[in-house]
């Protein structure tokens, strides 16, 4: 017997509009069962587990121990000012002059994720 991995479940003070925020990252819509107020909220992705968002009480304390890597279809750099401009916060830039690395950055409620490189930059680094 094995498992698969259903939902990947973020702790959150607002469900809904942090699912709104991912929502916007992945181009995936909220799911319709879900409105603002409700205290979970689901991004279904077309692959793979859904991001799952449950409302808790308490705000987030310490560093994540668990964190995604996206990886976007365009440019890198692009990607990441385009998640700064929907309200992502810049944690750590671990970029490298020769153009490997990736950026850290934070959603509204502070979880942190990587940006990494898109496919094409990884197999043309120039």
Request: aromatic share 4%; proline share 9%.
């Amino acid at each position: 017997m094995t498992s698969l991995v259903h939902h990947i479940t973020v702790d959150c003070r607002d469900a809904y509009g942090l699912a709104l925020f991912w929502s916007a990252v992945t181009g995936r819509p909220v799911s319709d069962d879900d409105e603002p107020g409700d205290p979970e909220a689901l991004v279904e992705l077309p692959s793979g587990p859904g991001l799952l968002f449950i409302q808790v009480p308490e705000e987030k304390a310490v560093k994540n121990r668990l964190h995604l890597d996206l990886q976007p279809d365009g440019p890198r750099d692009a990607e990441v000012e385009r998640l700064l401009g929907l309200g992502a916060a810049l944690v750590d830039d671990r970029r490298t002059p020769d153009g490997k690395g990736w950026v850290v950055l934070a959603d509204p409620e502070g979880n942190e994720f990587c940006v990494e490189r898109s496919a094409a930059e990884r197999e043309d680094p120039a």
